[in-house]
């Protein structure tokens, strides 16, 4: 089975600061997808980024970058240079890349960015 | 393009009654994702089309839940006898499920938010 485990509930950033959101995961699969998505207060999920298992380089997509960790099993968001427009619900995800490539996501993080 | 599109936004419902919500993939998705999202959590998956049928329905809770998806495009998700517990935003993704290496991004719509009174 697999799970993601996000332990910061909510985080507070001044704005134009980089904030990291944690995200560890456990799995038995040797091949796998790692995802991040945003969730504003309306309520739709937003891709942000994804991260393969056998990808050597971490993801990066504009200001988002992942800092992948195999060994730690870690696969955390870094938002660079923060907007007001960045406040929301952060949710880390994985899949295997088999079969049924359902998403497995984590409790979330409550990000709040700060004028 | 256009992307995922769920029908109805909202819906309130009496407890016992019997729902159905829809989904609109994007164009050319063949994998089909339902998700149920309860308040402060995560979403959690019900179950996954590849085109037709219902390749995995693991997550559906009991068998008041049903899905299908009859042409591999829309796909509509029914609750019958439906209880206040059911209550939640439901999540509707797809995506195209290349063959390749790695997974397959899943593109989620804006949800149907269903409230059983």
């Known amino acids: 089975a697999q799970k993601i485990t996000q332990t910061q509930p909510g985080m507070f950033v001044q704005e134009k600061e980089a904030v990291t959101l944690d995200c560890t995961y456990d799995t038995s699969d040797q091949s796998y997808g790692l995802f991040w998505y945003k969730q504003p207060s309306s309520g739709e999920m937003i891709f942000l980024i994804y991260q393969g298992s056998y990808d050597e380089q971490n993801a990066t997509e504009g200001r988002y970058s992942l800092n992948f960790q195999k060994a730690r099993k870690s696969a955390n968001l870094v938002i660079s240079a923060s907007q007001l427009g960045d406040s929301a619900m952060y949710f880390c995800?994985?899949?295997?890349?088999?079969?049924?490539?359902?998403?497995?996501f984590g409790q979330g993080t409550r990000l709040t960015i700060n004028p | 393009g256009a992307g995922v599109s769920q029908t109805p936004s909202n819906k309130v419902t009496e407890k016992g009654k019997y729902v159905e919500l829809r989904c609109d993939p994007i164009s050319g998705h063949t994998a089909l994702y339902w998700y149920r999202q309860s308040l402060g959590q995560g979403p959690e998956f019900l179950i996954y089309f590849q085109g037709t049928g219902a390749a995995d329905d693991s997550g559906l809770p009991n068998d008041r839940f049903f899905a299908v998806r009859p042409e591999g495009s829309v796909s509509t998700l029914k609750i019958q006898r439906t209880e206040r517990g059911d209550s939640a935003v439901y999540l509707c993704?797809?995506?195209?499920?290349?063959?390749?290496?790695?997974?397959?991004?899943?593109?989620f719509g804006p949800g149907t938010r269903l409230t059983v009174l």
């Open positions: 993704a797809s995506s195209r499920l290349l063959v390749r290496t790695g997974a397959d991004t899943q593109y």
């Open positions: 995800a994985m899949s295997s890349v088999q079969g049924a490539q359902k998403l497995v």
